[in-house]
T-cell receptor
Framework: GAGVSQSPSNKVTEKGKDVELRCDPISGHTALYWYRQRLGQGLEFLIYFQGNSAPDKSGLPSDRFSAERTGESVSTLTIQRTQQEDSAVYLC???????????FGPGTRLTVT | KNEVEQSPQNLTAQEGEFITINCSYSVGISALHWLQQHPGGGIVSLFMLSSGKKKHGRLIATINIQEKHSSLHITASHPRDSAVYICAVPNFGNEKLTFGTGTRLTIIP
């Protein structure tokens, strides 16, 4: 079946612009996770959803970051007023149950110029 | 926050060699994840284990809950095993994952 998909695969934006990243989880997966990986660095946990609820937003780097999920379907990660330090690969994963085995999408490479 | 240490950071081996990658963590956990990140960046979940041992093909993962330690073994290594292997554990009090820095494995033909 289809895996986790993310769009766009690459995004180049100017500093100060807003960007929206999309994640389509595996159908039936109740949990969804967003991660960030800066160049040459490890994975960084951002936020998770159980259904359309995000109980803990403390992992988001700043208030410029927000995320939403529609039911148990698509999720969007929005970064407002992008900064150069936001440049990274943003990865989405989903799992059948919360904190179960996670299936990763291919990521969105964001470059802020 | 759970502290995660992986070793070695880099490992180069000849094709066919037996590979061991280690992961230690600081706080008791419910389950530990091993992930593989390919050179192109894609991430695949290899194992999620809470006790004992799991095997999938040439990959074997073990965990010792008392010692807070896990190992990932690759038997009969092959150049296509070249990747970064990442250990991840949940934080105490919640299950948000903390990731190790990864082990970069290179298998030479």
């Amino acid at each position: 079946g289809a895996g986790v998909s993310q769009s766009p695969s690459n995004k180049v934006t100017e500093k100060g612009k807003d960007v929206e990243l999309r994640c389509d989880p595996i159908s039936g997966h109740t949990a969804l996770y967003w991660y960030r990986q800066r160049l040459g660095q490890g994975l960084e946990f951002l936020i998770y959803f159980q259904g359309n609820s995000a109980p803990d937003k403390s992992g988001l780097p700043s208030d410029r970051f927000s995320a939403e999920r529609t039911g148990e379907s698509v999720s969007t990660l929005t970064i407002q007023r992008t900064q150069q330090e936001d440049s990274a690969v943003y990865l989405c994963a989903s799992s059948l149950d919360l904190w179960g085995e996670q299936y990763f999408g291919p990521g969105t490479r964001l470059t802020v110029t | 926050k759970n502290e995660v240490e992986q070793s070695p950071q880099n490992l180069t081996a000849q094709e066919g060699e037996f590979i061991t990658i280690n992961c230690s963590y600081s706080v008791g956990i419910s389950a530990l994840h091993w992930l593989q990140q390919h050179p192109g960046g894609g991430i695949v979940s290899l194992f999620m284990l809470s006790s004992g041992k799991k095997k999938h093909g040439r990959l074997i993962a073990t965990i010792n809950i008392q010692e807070k330690h896990s190992s990932l073994h690759i038997t009969a290594s092959h150049p296509r095993d070249s990747a970064v292997y990442i250990c991840a554990v949940p934080n105490f009090g919640n299950e948000k994952l903390t990731f190790g820095t990864g082990t970069r494995l290179t298998i030479i033909p």
